[in-house]
T-cell receptor, first 116, second 117 residues
Framework: AQKITQTQPGMFVQEKEAVTLDCTYD???????LFWYKQPSSGEMIFLIY??????QNATEGRYSLNFQKARKSANLVISASQLGDSAMYFC?????????????FGAGTTVTVRA | KAGVTQTPRYLIKTRGQQVTLSCSPI?????VSWYQQTPGQGLQFLFE???????NKGNFPGRFSGRQFSNSRSEMNVSTLELGDSALYLC????????????????FGAGSRLTVL
């Protein structure tokens, strides 16, 4: 079974508008972490935001915020005030359990294209 | 501070050959992980090293191997290359803290793009 599901293969957004990228996850662990990464065409994965399963507040980092709905196992990324440089592939990822193993399970990704 | 450095960035090999990819983590990061990214399978975990020990391994054949040196630099090797090994190989390093710490973020390198002909 897929641990991370991203149902939107591609999205278009107008510059300066907000966009929400969907992510649902599947785990039986009580302790886990959720991550969003951005991958521009250059290939490097850039960390955007992190949400721990026990965090009570939704994470925010500048123009990025994570809409964490634990009961629904959903961790959607919201990008506010989109910029042309936001055009990239976005990946949701999960790290399960309390071990120190740093294995991430990634979703298939969502391609975001920002239009001027 | 320098990021994660991967070499070579691009390489072309033929079937049956072997390849070695190198990764230098961020200074002070002791955990190094490797991922394979292909259009068909997406991002898949290969293995993770900490203090020269492999702590976790993904579901890949034994042709894929790796190691970590005492300075935390890591290499991965793929022997008897197949066409399906063509991929972007990403290395990531992490500062090891408590298991639930938000600081356990993987910082990725730019990747090594391998083409097998």
């Amino acid at each position: 079974a897929q641990k991370i599901t991203q149902t939107q293969p591609g999205m278009f957004v107008q510059e300066k508008e907000a966009v929400t990228l969907d992510c649902t996850y599947d785990t039986s662990d009580q302790s886990y972490g959720l991550f969003w990464y951005k991958q521009p065409s250059s290939g490097e994965m850039i960390f955007l935001i992190y949400q721990g399963s026990y965090d009570e507040q939704n994470a925010t980092e500048g123009r990025y915020s994570l809409n964490f709905q634990k009961a629904r196992k959903s961790a959607n990324l919201v990008i506010s005030a989109s910029q042309l440089g936001d055009s990239a592939m976005y990946f949701c990822a999960m790290r399960e359990g309390r071990s120190n193993d740093y294995k991430l399970s990634f979703g298939a990704g969502t391609t975001v294209t920002v239009r001027a | 501070k320098a990021g994660v450095t991967q070499t070579p960035r691009y390489l072309i090999k033929t079937r049956g050959q072997q390849v070695t990819l190198s990764c230098s983590p961020i200074s002070g990061h002791r955990s190094v992980s490797w991922y394979q990214q292909t259009p068909g399978q997406g991002l898949q975990f290969l293995f993770e090293y900490f203090s020269e020990t492999q702590r976790n391994k993904g579901n890949f054949p034994g042709r894929f191997s790796g190691r970590q040196f005492s300075n935390s630099r890591s290499e991965m090797n793929v022997s008897t290359l197949e066409l399906g090994d063509s991929a972007l190989y990403l290395c990531a390093s992490s500062l090891v803290q408590g298991p639930s710490s938000g600081a356990n973020v993987l910082t990725f390198g730019a990747g090594s793009r391998l083409t097998v002909l």
